[in-house]
């Protein structure tokens, strides 16, 4: 293969590479649908508000701790055949959580879907890297992002159909077919490569990186379920957590191979642009998650009609995306990233407006100017990413940044939905004092929980309906409120630090020149 030629059948390559990527971005999409029908309790699972989080979460800290290793693995191993193990594992572990018996098991099942996401993802740029020349990469890492926007649209409103015709794990099966296919033309279209000088492997900073944060993510969420920051259980994995998150932080620095390297973080342009990246999806993420309930149960609507309205968010971020590098040329990067950072901290403030009466066709129009606001802000973070790194670690850079991202949204739905579940126990206390203490307790867990109270009580549960929404709806302008101020400073943050430059051609594919042979298996100057 001719490296300025490229490989001849690169264009089926990508388009078998972007199918395989289907199965992880739809998944995470078509959960957040599923959220309301694993909770309950005759449907479902009845899984608590935490053990929601941790479904989400459990995926995304394994995912994003795992990035960098397997990207690694991926150079010395193969990387179709990475992408292949990757794809076996996703689909055995989506089977596993479609037939979950317990919230503790779709957990587990979901963290193995992370490991499998996390051979998949590097796996499948650096394949694009390998096969496309300097001049059509950029074309091709386009469609490549476009592929995972179209996921993402498609995601709830998929979620909806199926929850609508099917039990809550088909949402998980769904994955199956994709798996079975993809692997199937990965084995017979994709060809191998690999880095003639990988990386080492640093494990240690691996194992403490996902030690540090599933700590601080247990003590964050258990605080949410105590409604209390003093007691032991919170304190203690909050604080094991940040000390050994700090020696993380220690050994990286140290280490000459280190899985994530933190002396980046040195640059200004570099923490200001990965730092917004991160409060963006935190705020996100935690709204989304009360988002769902918001809609089926206090708004009454059906999954299938809540993830139709979803539908402008993901529409909105298609839409504007491409167009978003004309904003950054025209006006500077900080201006624009400002504005949007506002834009999106202005509608999450807008959640806190919302109740029972609000209009569909007003929560529509936010849902699409939120989409619109966020994309407009990566691009700006993405050239200051570029800008502040030279230019054979700009695959890394991204690698970097997609960490940080996935790192944030869990979080988000850690702290953001702790926030909603300590506002909404203290509200509804007083409506379940005539409970039985057992009862009372179970109750108070969620929203979910007090319905399904609500409904095993017969007519008499009927009366606890009305104030189970009203908390929700205080729990949920509370949170809104929290992570609008979050995403403010992140505004504050773009203007302070952010540069002012367009960065024409920092956000343009990387060349050759610009991906060392120990880079390409990571995002190529997309973030």
């Keep these: 293969m001719e490296p300025q ?8 390559v990508l388009g078998v590479l972007v199918f395989s990527l289907l199965a992880v971005v739809l998944d995470n999409t078509i959960l957040n649908v599923a959220l309301k029908t694993i909770a309950d309790p005759e449907e479902g699972l009845g899984a608590t508000q935490s053990q929601m989080e941790w479904a989400i979460n459990s995926y995304t800290l394994v995912f994003a701790g795992l990035l960098f290793t397997f990207g690694v693995i991926g150079d010395r191993t193969g990387r179709r055949r ?8 996703f689909g055995l572990a989506s089977l596993a959580s479609a037939y979950a018996q317990d919230p503790g098991q779709l957990i587990v099942a979901r963290a193995f879907m992370g ?3 996390a051979a998949i993802m590097p796996a499948t740029l650096a394949i694009i890297s390998n096969v496309f020349p300097p001049h059509e990469r950029g074309k091709a890492i386009g469609v490549w992002a476009g592929g995972v926007g179209l996921a993402v649209a498609i995601g709830p409103i998929t979620g909806g159909l199926l929850i609508e015709h099917f039990w ?15 692997m199937v033309l990965i084995t017979l279209v994709v060809p191998e490569s690999r880095d003639p000088r990988p990386s080492r492997l640093d494990p240690a900073g691996v194992l403490l990186s996902i ?6 993510t247990y003590g964050i969420i258990r605080g949410g379920e105590l409604a209390t920051v003093a007691s032991a259980e919170v304190l203690v994995p909050t604080l094991l957590g940040v000390a050994v998150l700090g020696l993380f932080v ?17 640059d200004a342009r570099f923490a200001t642009a990965v730092g917004l990246i991160g409060i963006v999806f935190f705020a996100m993420m935690g709204a989304m998650f009360f988002l769902v309930f918001y809609l089926q149960v206090v708004l009454g609507h059906t999954p299938l009609q809540a993830g139709a309205l979803m539908i402008p968010f993901a529409a909105a971020q298609l839409i ?14 900080k201006p624009t990233a400002t504005l949007s950072m506002l834009v999106v901290a202005g509608v999450l403030a807008s959640y806190a407006l919302m109740d029972r009466s609000t209009p569909l066709v007003v929560i529509e129009i936010v849902f699409f100017v939120q989409g619109a606001a966020m994309a407009n802000i990566m691009p700006p973070a993405t050239t200051a990413i570029m800008e502040a790194l030279p230019r054979e670690k700009a695959g890394v850079g991204s690698a970097m940044s997609n960490t940080v991202r996935q790192v944030a949204g869990a979080l988000g739905v850690a702290l953001l939905g702790s926030v909603l579940s300590a506002t909404y126990r203290d509200e509804i206390a007083p409506a379940l004092a005539g409970l039985p203490e057992k009862l009372r307790h179970v109750a108070g867990e969620s929203l979910t929980d007090t319905m399904g109270v609500a409904q095993s009580l017969g007519a008499r549960g009927a009366a606890l309906v009305e104030p189970a929404k009203t908390a929700f709806l205080d729990g949920m302008h509370v949170t809104a409120l929290v992570s609008a101020a979050i995403t403010l400073i992140g505004a504050l943050v773009a203007l302070r630090w952010l540069p002012s430059g367009d960065g024409g051609a920092a956000v343009a594919p990387a060349s050759d020149s610009a991906i060392g042979e120990g880079d390409r298996d990571r995002e190529p100057a997309v973030v």
Excluded: C, K
């Design 168 to 182: 809550w794990g088909s949402v998980f099966l769904i994955n199956l077919p994709i798996v079975l296919v993809a």
């Design 320 to 333: 504007f995306a491409p167009l978003s590098q004309r904003m950054v040329r025209r006006f500077g990067g």
């Design 5 to 12: 030629l490229g490989h001849p059948r690169r264009w089926q």
């Design 211 to 216: 030690i540090g944060l599933v700590a601080l």
């Design 82 to 89: 990475m992408l292949l193990v990757g794809m076996a594992l």
């Design 115 to 117: 490991v499998g996401g």
């Design 250 to 266: 220690w050994y990286e620095r140290r280490v000459d191979h280190p899985a994530f390297d933190v002396t980046y973080f040195r």
